[in-house]
Each structure stands twice: as structure tokens, then as C-alpha cells.
């Protein structure tokens, strides 16, 4: 048997309260490709930011080449050969590509220049692995997935022995997806460690080798790909047999045209849509599929009434909901669930019971009453206190209490955004439902999403959406499939795969 | 004819040069500090310091050159306290800068008071015996001082090292995000330290400049705000450290020309004539903003002081 290149030994890991990592063991092993899979929150980060020196180990010890690990922080892991490409990147977007890879090198020299020999070597990996890429370009003018290229050039720059990638496919399309997922087998071949934290199973089947689950901090279990099956290891991830198993409901046999989106177009910085028409009838679940950043964001804003329409209309039931200048004051009787809801859904400040009735509170009815109270139970609002700050609730739990006071009671009409971001997956599963419901007492739905399974489950029609138009408005006849709406999210021809 | 305007615009520049000079030493500074996140507000307080120390020791040698390193070397000490409320105790930025500023301008007030009348040895002219001949440049030099050609050296010099070297790029980085640079293996508040540490020296040093070597007397709060108006300045040199130059000249132009407009005898009151300094550099913020159309060049961790 090889010998490991970094083992956890009964490494504990508390935030306050928190076990973040419990008494977890794992072997990592060069030349192999490790998947850390689990659900949101499961303390998948946390366990490889250990390694990486991040935190330190409340508790336990990681050895690094049988040796304990003298890693107090990320400067020390990148000198011992450990690399990180975090989630949300560690790239400085003000920045130039060189100034990041120089940033990230142990090697910089002092004085940099175009001249000398440091200089020139900290660029030699990007023009192997992305000569496309402009070294003096600033990082924000990149696509997300050259600034994963440059991300990953910062970890070859430091001939790291064990790279961990944190989510790496979360931000990508399907092709830019695949081609990482060779990458990271021809970095394996090479003899270097990968570490892939995901909750993804695709990522899992296309690259993985051994396959450790965590659930509430703890690994429940490791074991060589191909001993258990895909629907094993799920039930492992849950805990439960929660299958994630979405349909929407049937859809009624008279159509009725509910909310008519005709011709709209809308100008924002650096995006505006053109001529986006769509029409979803009652009972009706459409969804909007689209790449980050293609308009979706201002679709929904102007859908909502809360960004102006330079011209075209929006009718729910023959009303319109537009705004026409900056000047109105308007609630939107959609059931609106933004994208980053902390930021655009709810009063921080403000008690739970209260966000709950922002609408009431707009309209100078200030009824905050017991329904409060069962909406959080039912929509699993952790704590369910209605006296608690918005601002003191996780991620997930702001989501959760969004959607109850969007989804909670019945609308004409529901406008989702990434609706089941940074949630788990009973939690999904409930969301899921709620959307169904309100879609089988007759609402219509607009569901803007980038997961293109729950899309393809979830709707009756997909529409795509690319640099602010609608390319594409496709019936779910069983036909559609990840690829398919992948080349036409990005306007490529479907890839075909490559060996 | 033309002689005389050129003595006339020789006799401009110099004034300029020298009204400017402690302005460039501690906007640079600022400058420098707050493109690592730091907003540090006592560099007025870090000035009189400088002023102060600097007249003192400077009185008490008779070498000027001392004096302006006890004056640096106590701007340094000045902003220790607010390195160590900052980074130390996570004070609020803001309140930190101003506590430091109202100490200096208690302490500075309190022992100063011995220093008034005192006469320093100035610092020696750059004029030689191979300009003095001169017709034009011999007065130029004449009155001049090393500290012209050393704000000009350090704003050059600080311009290309914070582009052009590891520690710079880190500088550089830490401003943008405290959280990313850290991820990248740089320690942020150590980087900070150095910052707030360097700011307080040049702010020390502008300050003792202005006491040993523009005015060469001491008064009580002789800055009269000119280390605020650096962290005004700053922003209106976008944060880059080339712009400082420009930027501090074109204010030291204006007041030198408030200057002359008062001993010429224009009849309006010099007080609203002191404001056209500040006029004009506000003119030169809204031209820049228009013609930057974004909003600022401001590193993205400072935003983080006024959140």
C-alpha cells in the first residue's frame, strides 16, 4: 500500500458552538483523485481548509508526509506544496493576471520586471494552460472561467504536491466543466494529489478515484469509486433515504395566458435585455435557463417592477406591473424571490415577524400576527423565533425565511431566482414544493436557475437567456438534456465528448 | 521685458515648490497608507508632531538635517497609537485618526509654547558658485532646498515601487482585500503596520519641513488642517501615487497665488481668498470624477472604513 501524503488524525474543529469538523480521519494519497462530497454546510471546506492553514485543528493532528504539520497558515502550506482554489476564488479583481500569479508565488522576486528571469517564469504556466489569457489584462475584465485558469496557474506556479479545489464547478458550463474535469485527471496522472470538494455527482463520476462523504461534520465514510453505487453514497450524504426526486404538477387542460411579458427591453450598466417576449399561463412552471450574468438579474428587477423598462409591457392578468420612471412606489404582487437575498430581500434589522409583513408595514398595516410564527415552522426556519434579528440567521436560513414570506401565502404569480441557493437538500425538496403548490393553484411561474437537472426535472418549458435575450423558448418533451441547453446557454455547438 | 517675466515666473515656481512641498511628503504617505485599507486621519496630528519635534531638535543642535529626522521619527511614534487601536483593538479608523490628532495638537500646543520666537538654522541653499552668476537660474537656486528635489525623488520613487516590486504588489493587494491576500499567503495586518508606520513617517517628515525648512518658526497648530487636506488630496489623486505630485503642486500654486493677491491689495477679505485653494482642488475632483465615469479608484477594502 502507498504511503499517504497527508492523513487527518481525529481532527475536531469548533467555531463557538459550532463543530464545524467532528473527529474526522481521512488518508490522502498521491496520484489520486479524492472527492469530498456532501451537502452544503457539511464541513467539507472547513475539513481542507485545515489543511490548508486557513483554521488551525481545534483538536487532533494532520501529518504531512507522516510528519505533523507545521502549517499555521496558507503561506506555510503553499511553501510545504499544498494549493487552494477557493469557491469564490482568491483573485484580486482590480489586479492585473500577473500581479495575482506573482502575488501567489513564493518566488517573486523583488524587483519586477519584463526583463527578468523571475518574472518571466511565474507566466510560463499560464501560457501552457491558457495562452489565450492577456497577462496585463485585469482579473475583472475575465470570464469566471479564465479567472478558474488563472486560479489554477497559481497553484502550478507553486508545483503544489496536493491541490484542493473548493466547488470548481459550480461556477462553470457543462463544456468548461468537462474539460476541467481532464484537467484534473492529468494532473493525477501526474502524481499529484487532487482533492475535489463538491456536492456534485457529476464531478464524482467524471474524475474521482476514492470517495470520502461528510454529513454534519463528520466522514461517514470512504471508500474506492466503484464500491458503491450513486444512490448508495446519496442516502450516505442525506442520512435519510431522501430521494431528490422533483416534478412539477400537471399542467391544467385549458391554457389560460397569465402574466405576458411582451417586448420588453431594459438598459442597466454593462447589461440591457432586447425584446424579451414570453408568456407562461396558469399552472404554468417556465424556467429561465442562462449562464451567470446574461441579464437574468435585470429580467427579473424589471419583471418585479423594481427597474424601469425603457420600453415593452408586463401584464399579470391584464395589469400591468411595470415601472415607467425611478418616482413610483409600487409592491409587486408577484412572489418575488431575488438572488442574494440578504442583500435584496430583507431588512437586516428588522425582526423576523416584520420581514415577514414588509408589505404590510409598506402599506401602513401593521399586522403582524400569529402566522408568523407557523410560516417559519413550515418553511424549517432555524431558529424559529419571531423576535429574532434577520440579520443574526445563516445564509440558507435567509433563504428559507424569503421564500416563506414569497411562497407562504397564495399569489397570482411567482418570480424565483435561484431559489434553492445555499440550501440542503430536504430543504430543496420543500422549497420544490412549495413552488408546485403555488403552481397548481394556478399561479405562473418564472424559475431562474442554474442547475440544469432541477430545470429539466422542474418545468413544463425552458426558456434560455443569452446577452440579454431569449434565445431559445424550448417545451420539456423529455428531450431536453444538460447538453443540449448548455450549447445553446453559451451558442456553441454541443461538444462531443472527448475521450 | 521678458527677463523680468521670467524672474517673475521663477520667483512663482519657487514659492509653489515650496508651499507644496510638506503637502507631497504626507499625501504621499496617506496615499500609501490608504492603498492598503487604512484610512489614517492623525497624519494632521503626525504633521505637528513632526513640526513640532523637528523645530525642537533642530533649535537645540542647530542642524537642520536632525531636525528633520527627530520630526519623521516622530510621526513614526505617533502612529504606533493608531497602528495599535486600528490593528491592535479593531478601533473604528475614523475616531482612532482623530484621537491621535487631537493628542498631538494638545501635547504639541502644551510643550511648543517654549518654542515660540525661536530662530532655527535653516537648511543650506542649493545654489553654488556655478549658478550664482546665473541670470535666471542663479535666484532659482538660490532658493531652493534639498527638500524640493527629495518630495519630487520620493514621489517617483514611491510610484514605481509600489507597480514594480513584490512588496508593493502586496500593498497593492491587501488594499483590495484583507481576506484574499491572506488566502494568498501574505500576512494583511502585518502589511498594514508597515503602511500606517511609513505614512507616519512622512507625514512626520512633511511636517518638520514645513517647520525647519518652509516657515523655519513654530506656532501653535502651525498645520492649520494641511494633513486633512492631504487626506482630501489623495482622493483626488485617485489614490496613485504619481498623481500626488501634480495634484499638491497645482494646491501650493493656489495658495501662493492667495498670497499675492493679498499683499497686492485685492479688496476682498482673506478669508473667503484663503478659500481658494480648496475651490480649486473641488474643481479639479469634479472634473476627474466626470471624466473618470466610474466612481472611484478607491482599493476595494477601504469602502470597507465607511460601510
Known sequence: MQKAIACFENVTRRFGDLIAV????????????????????????????????????????ILINGEPSAITGPADAMINGVGMVFQNFSLLSALTVRDNLLLAWPKTPYWVSENNKGTKEVLANLTRLAPHINPHSKVSNLSVGEQQLVELCKVLNISARIVILDEPTSVLTPAESRRLHGFIRQLADEGVSVVLITHKLADVEACADRIAVMRKGQIVDVSPRGQKSMSEIVTLMMGSDVKREISPPALPKKRV?????NKICATAPG????????????GEVVGLAGVAGNGQALLAEVLAGIHPATSGDVALDGISLIRRNQMETLATPLGYIPELPRKNAVVENMTLAKNLNLRALASGKADVNNEVQDLLTRFHVNPPEIDRYASTLSGGNLQKL????????????????????????????????????????GAAVLWISEDLDDLIAGSHRIAIIRD????????????LNRDTLGAMMTGLKPERKVA | MSAELLTLLGAWSIATLRSATPLIFT?????????????????????????????AVG?????????????????VALSCLHAALVLGANANQIGSGLAVWMIALGTTSYFGRALVGNQVTPLPDLGSQLTDGLPFLGSFFGQMTMSVPLAIAAVAFAAWWLAHTRTGIQWQAVGESARISSENGIRPKVVRLKAILLGGLLSGFGGAILSVDYTQTWAQDMTKGRGLISVGLVIVARWKPVLVLPICIIFGLAEVAVLRMQTAGWSISPHLLATTPYLVVLL???????AARRDTDMPADLRRVFA
Open chain 1, 271 to 282: 447589461m440591457s435585455l432586447k425584446d424579451i417576449s414570453l408568456s407562461i399561463a396558469a
Open chain 1, 22 to 61: 467532528n473527529d474526522a480521519n481521512l488518508e490522502i494519497f498521491p496520484g489520486e483523485v479524492t472527492a469530498i462530497l456532501g451537502e452544503n454546510g457539511a464541513g467539507k471546506s472547513t475539513l481542507m481548509k485545515l489543511l490548508y492553514g486557513v483554521h488551525l485543528p481545534s483538536s487532533g493532528r
Open chain 2, 59 to 75: 533649535v537645540a543642535t542647530g542642524n537642520p538635517w536632525l531636525g528633520l529626522l527627530a520630526g519623521a521619527l516622530a510621526g
Open chain 2, 27 to 55: 499625501t504621499l504617505g496617506e496615499t500609501l497608507t490608504q492603498r492598503t485599507g487604512i484610512i489614517n486621519l492623525g497624519i494632521e496630528g503626525e504633521m505637528l508632531a513632526g513640526a513640532c519635534v523637528g523645530f
Open chain 2, 284 to 290: 479639479i475632483l469634479i472634473i476627474s470624477h466626470a
Open chain 1, 257 to 261: 395566458e397569465k402574466l405576458f411579458l
Open chain 1, 468 to 479: 440579454g435575450q431569449l434565445v431559445a423558448v424550448k417545451d420539456n418533451d423529455g428531450k
Open chain 1, 402 to 441: 424569503v421564500s416563506a414570506r414569497e411562497l407562504g401565502r397564495p399569489r397570482a404569480a411567482i418570480l424565483a431566482c435561484y431559489p434553492t441557493m445555499g440550501l440542503d437538500i430536504s430543504a430543496i425538496q420543500m422549497i420544490y414544493r412549495e413552488i408546485f403548490a403555488q403552481a397548481e393553484a
